[in-house]
C-alpha cells in the first residue's frame, strides 16, 4: 500500500502503526541472501510477514517488518516543476539489521532528477530494523516515493503558471490506508510498500525565484553550518563581500561592511528578520542602527542579501543593499546545546521544534555569558525567539515575538602608538576610570504578523504588521580627557565619558497584492505587484557626559524627542518574454515627516548672556522616489545575464534637520551588470560574476569625538564580484567569493569651521573601506558508521576571511585582517558534540581602526593630531559544544 | 608603504580599481628658534599726562630716550599647535594639522637657530596656530604647570640695564604667560599662513625681545623705585611693566612663524 505523509510526524506514527497492524511485507534475508530481486519479481518480494506462508516452518517467528524512525522529506527538483507532474519514483532498499540503509537502487525510474531526489532522501532514513522474535534482521522493502507538487501556486509567474498544472490535491489524493477500504480488497492486489510525499520546499523555492540580479544572493542553511559563527552577525560573512566585526562589545551592533560600504551599524544595509525590519532611523549612535545581537544563529533558516538596490521592496536604509534573515529550524524535536570555551564563555540554548510542523514554527531562547578575550569585555545576554506559522494552501500567516536583553563592558579603542611603545597591552583597556567605566545595555522586544492568501492564478495578498521595543543606554569613551562642559564651561577634565541613550517605540505596517497572472500572448505573460510600507518611530535621545567611576553627569549635549514616519509605496513589474527575457522592476516612493523637540538645541555655550530659553522644536517632510528595473536574458538553461538600475535613499538623522527643511535625502543611484551560470540539478556548481557602479549624494562616515555618523559629501563605489558555491556530492558543500572595491570622494569634504579648507585630490578614498574581501567556506557532513542501534555522523567545517588593507585617513593604511575558523561534530542518535575554533592562528588583528585625536594621559603634553587607533579583535577562542536532540 | 603596494597589487591584478589614498599624508616638523641681536634699544621717553606732575626723585626728571641693553633674554616655546581654521582654540581646533609638543629654550638674544623639538604635519594649510611658552595647564590639571625646561619655571627671564641721563637701573623680569583656564594656551590664537606639502617640514620661530621691551614705560619704573639710589629693580607680577611685557608676548608682539617644505631633511 501506498502511504500519503501529509506531515512527516504523523505519517511516521501512521506508517509505524500500519507497518504493525497490516500485512506490509518485507523479505528476511537472514543469513542467506536471496539477493536482490528483478524488479519485475515484484511477488517473490512479498513474502508475507502477517501469515505463515504456504510450506513455511510453522515454528518460524513471525518477521515484523522495519519501521521508518525518521524519513526525511525528499526534495522536489525546481527544474521540474514547471513540468506539473507528480510521479512516484519505487526503491528497492536494502535495511540492514543495524536499521541503516545499506543499498538502494531505482526499481521504477521517473526521471534521473527525480530519481537522485528519491535515493539522497531515502539514504538519510533510519529504520527500526526488521525482527524476528528477540533478533534483528537485514530486509528488503520496497519504497514508493511520490512526489506532490506544492500545495499552493509558485507564486512568481513561470511557465508552470500559463500550463494547467495547478496543483488540486483533491484530484490526485489517494485513498488513505487508514480509510475504509472497498469491499471486497484484496490487499495483494496493493502495494505493500512504504511511501513518502515529497513536498516541494515551497520557501526555498519562493527565494530563489525572488533573485532579481547577479548579486542578490540567498545562502542556505547548508552553506550557514559550514563555518562556526559565534553569533548571527557573523553568519553574514558567508555572503560575498561582506565584513562584519564587533567592535564596540557584546550589546552593541556590529559594523557591517558591504561591496565598498562601510555601513557602520547599519545605515547603508536595510536588516530584516522574520519579516521585521531592525533599522532604527535617527538612532543617536549611527543613522539606521541595526543590532543583530538577538538573532540566534540556530534558528537562521537562510540568508537573503540583495547587494545594490534594484527591488522597488527596498526602503530606507538600502543603500548598498538589503539583508534578510529568514528565520526557521530545519532540526526539530526538543533540542539542548550547552557551550563551554575560551575566556569562561558559557552559552545555554534551548529550542522546541513541534516535528511535523512547518520549518518556520520553533521558540528558542539561549543564556551566554562571558568574561571576554580582554580588559573589560564581561558581557551577559539573554533571547528569546519564538515563531509559529500556520494556515495551509489559501491562507498562509506567521506570528513572530522577540525579547532580548544583553550587557556588556567595552574596552573601547587604543591608540596604536601608545600599544607600539607598550604603555597598554593590545587587549587591555586605558586604566584609568573614564575607560575602564564603559559599558552599555541593549534590550528588544518585537511582535509580528504577516497574512498571505494565494489565489489559484498566482495572485497574492500579504499584510503585515509589527511592534518593537528597543532601547540603547551606550557609555562609551574614543577621546580621553579632551572634553569641556558646555554648561559650565569651569568643568574640564573628567574625562569623556560620554553616555548615549536611545529609547524607541516603533511599529509598522505593509500590504502588497498581486495581479494574477496575465498573458497577453504566447510569447508574453506577467504580473504586477502593488504595494505600501508604513512605519512610525517614538524616540527619545539624550547624550552626555559622565564622570567615572560615580557617574555624574557634567555636561548635557543632546535632549531630544523625535517622531519619524515613513510611508512607501511601491509598484513592481514582473514579465517574461519568449522564455528568454524576464523583466522586473518599477518604482519606488516614500514620504518621511519629522517632528523635533530638541530640547538643548539653540545652546550657545558661554559666550553669551542667557537671553532666551534654550530648546529648538522643528518639523520636516520630504518626499523621495526612484526608479528600479533589472533585465534578465536566459539564453540557454544554466546561464542568466542580467543588467540592473536603481534608485535609493536613506533617510537623514532628524536633528540635523532645520525647521521646514525639505528632507535633504542621501540618494543613492547603482548600476550592476552580472551573470549566474547553474550547472546540475541539485546546483552542483552555481557561478555568479558582477560588476557594479553606485553613486551617493552624501554619505557619513563616524566621528569618534562626537561617537556619532558625519556627512563627508558626495561618492562612488566601482567594484566586482565573483561568487562560486559548489555541493559536488550531497556530503560536501563548499563557497568562495572575491570582492572588489574602490570607493572615492566626489568632491571636498564639507568645509567646517575647524577645517575651513579640507583638501582634496580628485579620485581621494574613502577610508575604511577594504579594497578586497575574500572568504572561504568548506564543510563536509557524512554518515560514519552504525553503531549502539544508531547511525554515528560526521560534520567538519572551514571558514576564511580575509579583509586587504584599508585605506585609513591622514594617508595611513589598517593591516590586512585574515581569520581561520573551524568546527567539528559528532552525532549519535540524539547526542551531539561538537567544537568550535575561532581565529585558529590566534592572529592579532584590529576589528576595526578609525583616525582621530585622543588625549589619554593626565600629565603629558596632549597630541592634537589625528593618529591610528584600535579596537582588538578576538585572539584564539575555543568552545566545545555537547547537544540534545529529543 | 607596503600596505599601500599590497592594495595597489590586488586592484591593479584585476585592472579594475586603480590605487589612491584617503589624501593628507604625515609629514615631519622641525621646529628650530631663532633671537634677534637687539644691540642698545632706544625706549622713547612717554609723553607725561596732562597736567604733568611734578617730577621727583627717583623719577627720572631729564628729557631724551631711555638707553636699554638686554642681557639675558631665555624664552621657553612649547608645545606648539598650528590648526587650519581661522582662529585657533580648543573649540575651533579639536584636530591640529601641524604640532610639537616638545619644550624648547632660545637665547632670545641670539639669532643662530637653535632646534626646538620635533613634531608632525599633516598635508594642508595651516591659518592659525596656539602655544605655550613652556608652561601648561592642561585639562586635567588644577594649576599651570611648569615645564622642566622651562628657564626657573618661567616662561622668559629678561635681564637688562635702562639708562636716562644720570639715571641708572638693572631690572629683571621673570615672565609667566599662562593661560587663562584650564585647557586654554598661553597664545590661544595666532594668525599664520603656512602650507604644509611634505616631504619634510621646516618651520622657525623667531622671538624679538627687544619689540617686547619697548612698550615698557621705564619712566614709570624709575619712579616706582624706594629710592633713587636703587639700581636693582625686579618687575613685580602686579607691576605695569611686567603686565606690558606680558601683553607683548601673549598678544602684541608675537614671535613670527615661518617656515618651507622641501624634499630632503
Redesign the interface.
Known amino acids: 500500500m501506498l502511504i500519503r505523509f501529509c506531515r512527516p510526524s504523523a505519517a511516521l506514527a501512521l506508517g509505524m502503526l500500519l507497518a504493525a497492524a497490516s500485512d506490509a511485507r518485507a523479505q528476511d534475508l537472514g543469513a542467506n541472501d536471496a539477493g536482490v530481486p528483478d524488479a519485475g519479481a515484484a511477488s517473490d518480494i512479498h513474502a508475507d510477514a502477517g501469515r505463515p506462508s504456504a510450506g513455511a516452518d510453522a515454528g518460524l517467528l513471525a518477521l515484523e517488518p522495519p519501521r521508518i524512525v525518521e524519513s526525511p522529506s525528499p526534495d522536489y527538483p525546481p527544474e521540474r516543476m514547471a513540468e506539473g507532474t507528480e510521479p512516484t519514483v519505487v526503491l528497492h532498499v536494502l535495511v540492514g539489521a543495524d536499521g541503516r540503509v545499506r543499498d538502494v537502487h531505482v526499481e521504477q525510474s521517473m526521471g534521473v532528477d527525480f530519481d537522485a531526489a528519491a535515493v539522497v532522501a531515502v539514504q538519510r532514513w533510519t529504520f527500526a530494523p526488521a525482527r524476528r522474535g528477540e533478533q534483528s534482521v537485514a530486509s528488503r522493502v520496497r519504497i514508493a516515493v511520490h512526489f506532490t507538487l506544492p500545495e499552493v501556486e509558485v507564486t512568481q509567474p513561470d511557465e508552470s503558471a500559463f500550463v494547467e498544472q495547478s496543483a488540486e490535491p483533491a484530484r490526485r489524493r489517494r485513498p488513505l490506508p487508514s480509510e475504509p477500504a472497498n469491499a471486497g480488497d484484496d490487499h495483494t492486489d496493493h502495494d505493500h510498500t512504504f511511501g513518502a510525499n515529497a513536498h516541494a520546499d515551497l520557501a526555498a523555492t519562493e527565494r530563489r525565484d525572488q533573485q532579481r540580479t547577479a548579486s542578490d544572493i540567498v545562502v542556505d542553511r547548508d552553506q550557514l553550518e559550514v563555518a562556526p559563527h559565534l553569533d548571527a552577525g557573523e553568519m553574514l560573512r558567508t555572503a560575498p563581500g561582506v565584513y562584519v566585526a564587533r567592535p564596540e562589545g557584546d550589546a552593541v551592533a556590529q559594523q557591517i561592511m558591504l561591496r565598498g560600504f562601510d555601513a557602520e551599524h547599519g545605515q547603508d544595509l536595510a536588516i530584516s528578520a522574520g519579516g521585521i525590519p531592525i533599522n532604527q532611523p535617527s538612532h543617536l549612535h549611527g543613522q539606521g542602527y541595526a543590532d543583530l545581537g538577538f538573532i540566534l544563529p540556530e534558528v537562521v533558516r537562510s540568508l537573503r542579501v540583495t547587494e545594490g538596490v534594484y527591488d522597488p521592496h527596498q526602503g530606507d536604509f538600502a543603500v548598498a543593499g538589503s539583508i534578510d534573515f529568514e528565520l526557521g529550524m530545519r532540526d526539530r524535536g526538543l533540542i539542548s546545546r550547552t557551550t563551554y570555551g575560551s575566556f569562561g564563555t558559557f552559552r545555554q540554548f534551548l529550542a522546541f521544534a513541534p516535528r511535523g510542523a512547518r520549518e518556520d514554527t520553533f521558540g528558542a531562547m539561549a543564556f551566554r555569558r562571558t568574561n571576554g578575550f580582554g580588559a573589560n569585555r564581561a558581557s551577559e545576554s539573554g533571547t528569546m525567539i519564538a515563531q509559529y506559522g500556520f494556515g495551509g494552501a489559501k491562507w498562509r500567516g506567521v506570528l513572530h515575538t522577540t525579547l532580548f536583553a544583553a550587557r556588556a563592558g567595552l574596552a573601547g579603542v587604543l591608540r596604536r602608538d601608545d600599544v607600539d611603545a607598550g604603555r597598554v597591552g593590545f587587549y587591555d583597556v586605558y586604566p584609568v576610570a573614564p575607560a575602564t567605566s564603559q559599558s552599555a545595555l541593549s534590550t528588544r522586544a518585537q511582535l509580528g504578523v504577516t497574512l498571505e492568501n494565494r489565489g489559484e492564478r498566482s495572485e497574492r495578498f500579504r499584510i503585515g504588521a509589527w511592534l518593537a521595543r528597543t532601547h540603547l543606554r551606550l557609555r562609551s569613551n574614543f577621546t580621553g580627557?579632551?572634553?569641556?562642559s558646555r554648561i559650565n564651561?569651569?568643568w574640564?577634565?573628567r574625562g569623556d565619558l560620554n553616555e548615549q541613550l536611545n529609547d524607541a517605540t516603533s511599529m509598522g505596517a505593509s500590504a502588497s497584492y498581486r495581479l494574477p497572472a496575465f498573458q497577453p500572448a504566447s510569447w508574453a505573460r506577467g504580473t504586477i505587484e502593488a504595494g505600501a510600507t508604513a512605519r512610525l518611530d517614538l524616540i527619545d535621545q539624550a547624550q552626555n557626559l559622565l564622570q567615572a567611576p560615580q557617574n555624574e553627569t557634567w555636561d548635557q549635549r543632546v535632549d531630544a524627542t523625535l517622531q519619524t514616519l515613513d510611508i512607501g509605496m511601491f509598484a513592481d513589474l514582473d514579465w517574461r518574454f519568449a522564455k528568454v527575457l524576464r523583466i522586473r522592476g518599477g518604482v519606488r516612493a516614500d514620504v518621511l515627516a519629522y517632528d523635533i523637540d530638541d530640547r538643548l538645541g539653540n545652546f550657545i555655550p558661554r559666550v553669551r548672556p542667557d537671553s532666551y530659553v534654550v530648546g529648538y522644536r522643528r518639523t520636516a517632510l520630504g518626499l523621495v522616489g526612484g526608479p528600479r528595473a533589472t533585465v534578465e536574458y536566459t539564453p540557454v538553461r544554466s546561464v542568466s545575464l542580467f543588467v540592473s538600475y536603481g534608485e535609493g535613499f536613506r533617510s537623514p538623522q532628524a536633528r540635523t534637520l532645520d525647521e521646514g527643511e525639505t528632507t535633504p535625502f542621501a540618494k543613492v543611484r547603482s548600476g550592476d551588470l552580472g551573470v549566474r551560470y547553474r550547472l546540475g540539478s541539485r546546483d552542483q556548481l552555481n557561478i555568479t560574476a558582477a560588476?557594479y557602479l553606485t553613486s551617493l549624494s552624501t554619505d557619513a562616515v563616524f566621528e569618534p569625538?562626537s561617537a556619532r555618523l558625519e556627512p563627508v559629501g558626495p561618492t562612488t563605489r566601482?567594484?566586482?564580484v565573483l561568487y562560486v558555491t559548489s555541493k559536488p556530492w550531497s556530503w560536501l558543500t563548499a563557497s568562495g567569493s572575491a570582492t572588489?572595491?574602490?570607493a572615492?570622494?566626489d568632491a571636498p569634504p564639507i568645509p567646517t569651521?575647524?577645517?575651513?579648507?579640507?583638501?582634496?585630490?580628485p579620485?581621494?578614498?574613502?577610508?575604511y573601506v577594504p579594497?578586497?574581501v575574500l572568504r572561504f567556506d568548506v564543510g563536509a557532513k557524512r554518515n560514519l558508521v552504525r553503531t549502539g542501534g544508531g547511525m554515528l555522523s560526521g560534520r567538519v567545517g572551514v571558514g576564511f576571511s580575509y579583509l586587504?588593507?584599508r585605506?585609513?585617513?591622514?594617508?595611513?593604511?589598517?593591516?590586512?585582517v585574515a581569520l581561520l575558523d573551524a568546527s567539528a561534530s559528532l552525532k549519535w542518535r540524539w547526542l551531539e558534540f561538537g567544537v568550535e575554533g575561532y581565529n585558529l592562528t590566534n592572529t592579532q588583528y584590529a576589528a576595526t581602526e578609525y583616525s582621530?585625536?585622543s588625549?589619554w594621559s593626565?600629565?603629558e603634553?596632549?597630541?592634537?593630531?589625528?593618529t591610528r587607533h584600535l579596537s582588538a579583535g578576538a585572539p584564539f577562542t575555543f568552545l566545545a559544544t555537547l547537544g540534545v536532540t529529543l | 608603504m607596503s600596505r599601500r603596494i599590497e592594495s595597489c597589487v590586488w586592484t591593479v591584478a584585476f585592472a579594475l580599481i586603480g590605487c589612491g589614498q584617503t589624501g593628507q599624508e604625515v609629514y615631519p616638523l622641525r621646529v628650530e628658534g631663532a633671537g634677534t641681536a637687539t644691540g642698545t634699544l632706544i625706549v622713547p621717553t612717554r609723553a607725561p599726562p596732562d597736567p604733568a606732575p611734578v617730577c621727583a626723585p627717583p623719577c627720572e626728571c631729564g628729557s631724551g630716550d631711555w638707553e636699554v641693553t638686554l642681557e639675558q633674554a631665555d624664552v621657553a616655546f612649547g608645545p606648539l599647535y598650528l590648526c587650519a581654521s581661522v582662529r585657533a582654540g580648543p573649540e575651533l581646533c579639536p584636530e591640529s594639522i601641524a604640532e610639537m609638543l616638545d619644550v624648547g629654550v632660545v637665547d632670545a638674544l641670539d639669532p643662530a637657530p637653535v632646534l626646538l623639538g620635533a613634531g608632525q604635519a599633516l598635508t594642508g594649510r595651516a591659518q592659525s596656530a596656539m602655544w605655550d611658552y613652556g608652561r601648561s595647564w592642561l585639562l586635567t590639571q588644577t594649576e599651570v604647570v611648569p615645564d622642566p625646561r622651562a628657564p626657573g619655571g618661567h616662561s622668559l627671564v629678561l635681564r637688562g640695564t635702562a639708562t636716562k641721563g644720570p639715571t641708572s637701573f638693572r631690572f629683571a623680569a621673570d615672565v609667566d604667560v599662562d593661560a587663562s583656564e584650564a585647557g586654554l594656551y598661553g597664545v590661544q590664537s595666532a594668525p599664520v599662513t603656512r602650507d604644509f606639502a611634505g616631504p619634510y617640514e621646516s618651520l622657525s620661530v623667531r622671538f624679538d625681545p627687544g619689540a617686547w621691551v619697548s612698550g615698557i614705560d621705564f619712566d614709570a619704573v624709575a619712579c616706582g623705585r624706594a629710592s633713587a639710589s636703587e639700581v636693582d629693580v625686579s618687575f613685580a607680577r602686579t607691576s605695569i611693566a611686567y603686565n606690558s611685557l606680558y601683553i607683548a608676548m601673549n598678544n602684541s608682539r608675537l614671535p613670527t612663524l615661518v617656515g618651507q617644505s622641501s624634499a630632503a631633511p
Open positions: 580627557y579632551r572634553e569641556r564651561p569651569d574640564v577634565g560588476g569625538e566601482l567594484g566586482a572588489l572595491a574602490r572615492t570622494l569651521n575647524a577645517n575651513p579648507n579640507p583638501p582634496y585630490e579620485g581621494q578614498l574613502l577610508p579594497p578586497l586587504s588593507s585605506p585609513l585617513p591622514y594617508g595611513n593604511f589598517a593591516d590586512p582621530f585625536a588625549a593626565t600629565t603634553i596632549p597630541s592634537r593630531l589625528p
